[in-house]
């Protein structure tokens, strides 16, 4: 593996996953992969899970690791070429990544979408600077519009809990007090989408996601319609795709709720974390004997190591 910033880097998803089984029952034993090289985790953004587990998983493999705030411990960073930089933006990333590469042979960033502007986000304008200037493999940490490694778990998750075959996964929005990227929901989708599950995307209207990540999913209006006969209820709130950013007016109730489930194939519950109890999810479904989300945090490590070392085996 070169890279890992979507789905499109994992090759055959389901034998991926099943590799990523295989890491989970040795995870603590393989310090001798990764020994002499160095990850740089650079954050954007804030993290927990992603921070703790990555940096968990390259222990877990004889790494070393420098973790960057970029956004509070280096200098304001400029992405646009040809720019002249007589602003607040002292550093240009064709210089930093230059640099971070020779101190790095893994590099891992997290870059959340500004959700002001579509085309500069959904262009990945600073992970595709990332991709030209910094020559060493690049793994996202969440970028503008995907988060592989949370979808990679996620499969995991499913993986080693699902009953049947080809399960029915249903991909519910829920309410939340602010506005927030699609990169989770986009993600998930196409993972889901390429293990042959059902996949189901239920949300208001007005919160399409971009097509070109939800083909092959059934896209349903009606969310008791969709969450009937779900093995998986994946919940997470997401802004507006078609009016980038905004939420528009939601008309009906789309809070998960206990009879809400009943409609469900005793579907097991899911979340990226971190959620708000009470306004996204209720606490009697969080801490619920169907709750999986404390499962897919503890498989981010198992996803970030697979994907570690399959990064170190071509180095
Ligand atoms: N799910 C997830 O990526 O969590 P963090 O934002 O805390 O890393």
């Known amino acids: 593996m070169k890279q890992f910033i979507s789905v499109h880097d994992a090759g055959d998803v389901n034998q991926l996953v099943q590799e990523a089984l295989s890491v989970k029952q040795t995870v603590n034993h393989q310090s001798h992969l990764g ?28 790494m070393n690791v420098m973790v960057v705030n970029l956004d509070k411990d280096s200098w304001q960073m400029e992405f646009e070429d040809g720019a002249i930089m007589n602003s607040t933006k002292s550093e240009h990333i064709k210089e930093a990544a230059g640099v971070i590469a020779q101190y790095c042979d893994i590099v891992a960033i997290r870059c959340f979408p500004g959700l002001v502007d579509r085309d500069w986000d959904y262009d990945e304008i600073v992970l595709n600077s990332f991709l030209k200037y910094c020559k060493v493999p690049i793994v996202s940490l969440e970028s503008a519009t995907r988060h592989p490694l949370q979808s990679f778990a996620d499969m995991i998750t499913i ?3 699902q009953q049947v075959a080809k399960p029915k996964v249903v991909l519910t929005w829920a309410p939340h007090i602010k506005a927030l990227p699609q990169a989770v929901p986009n993600s998930f989708a196409e993972w889901a989408i390429a293990t042959g599950a059902a996949v189901v995307i239920t949300h208001p ?3 399409e996601l971009d097509g070109q990540f939800t083909e092959g999913a059934t896209i349903e209006y009606n969310q008791d319609k969709a969450l009937t006969g779900a093995d998986y209820v994946y919940v997470k709130n997401w802004s507006s795709f078609a009016d980038y950013g905004a939420m528009p007016e939601v008309t009906g109730d789309w809070l998960l709720t206990e009879e809400k489930m009943a409609l469900t194939n005793n579907g097991k519950i899911m979340h990226c974390l971190p959620v708000r109890r009470n ?9 619920g004997p169907n709750s999986l989300v404390q499962r897919q945090a503890g498989n981010r490590v198992v996803a970030a190591q697979t994907v570690l070392k399959k990064i170190l085996e071509t180095l």
């Open 159 to 161: 993986a080693e809990t």
């Open 279 to 287: 306004v996204e999810l209720i606490d009697a479904l969080l801490d």
């Open 35 to 62: 020994k002499g090289k160095t990850i740089g985790l650079l954050f954007l953004n804030p993290s927990l899970r992603t921070r703790m587990s990555t940096q968990r998983a390259a222990y877990n493999l004889g």
């Open 205 to 207: 209207e007005g919160y």
